[in-house]
């Protein structure tokens, strides 16, 4: 009877752009697509690391993206007090196999996308105009969000105007509206005219 060994996890933390977000990176894949919670609540119907997490009183918010997990913290706690704890904990509860996301997650989003009007109707030139903006954001600006331990997603076109969610670390990070306005606003403007500005709601 063969046994597999399970490779022992390794984890590290990486800086993100918004000082109270730190990213810890594991050396497994904990869930393909992301996750965010910015809530309890919907931790505890989705995610059982997420809600173990926010159990902790410096936890404020855990966004989870392949092999990352971004965790936001409540201002009033230094990173050097808790960063060990999370990173131990992180580690052990991956190393003993506990879920991350529980199935149905991601169905139960697009559900709630739909209802919220993500999916707006699209006609004729202006469909082909959102298909253009949307291949832009997932080739050129969605790996470099998530290298920042943070996502983006389109949300709406409408007149010239491009809607985003920003997810992950780059919610309520300072330097997440600079990249907006200089890199991503500049780049979608040079490769659609149509485009007259980018703004952006925190997911």
């Known amino acids: 009877m063969e046994t597999t060994v399970k490779s022992p996890i390794m984890i590290y933390t990486e800086q993100t752009p918004n000082p109270e977000s730190l990213k810890f990176v594991t050396n497994k894949m904990l869930y393909k697509g992301t996750a965010d919670f910015r809530e309890e609540e919907l931790a505890q119907k989705w995610s059982p690391l997420a ?20 965790i936001t ?11 060990l704890k999370l990173k131990e904990f992180i580690k052990d509860y991956v190393s003993d196999g506990g879920e991350v996301i529980s199935d149905g997650f991601a169905d139960a989003m697009a559900k709630l996308e739909a209802e919220q009007g993500v ?3 699209y006609t004729g030139e202006e469909a082909e105009l959102v298909k253009k903006i949307k291949e832009l954001i997932d080739t050129y600006v969605k790996p470099a969000v998530e290298m920042d331990g943070g996502n983006i997603e389109f949300k709406s ?27 991503i606003e500049g780049m979608l403007k040079r490769m659609v005219p149509e485009v007259t500005e980018v703004v952006s709601e925190t997911g």
């Open 51 to 70: 809600k173990a997490l926010f159990e902790k009183p410096y936890v404020k918010g855990v966004y989870v993206c392949n092999n990352f997990v971004t």
């Open 119 to 121: 999916s707006y109707e």
């Open 157 to 183: 076109f409408d007149k010239g105007v491009v809607t985003v969610v920003l997810q992950g670390s780059c919610s309520g990070c300072p330097s997440s509206t600079v990249t907006l306005k200089a890199g």
């Open 73 to 83: 913290k409540e201002f009033n706690f230094a990173w050097e007090d808790i960063m």
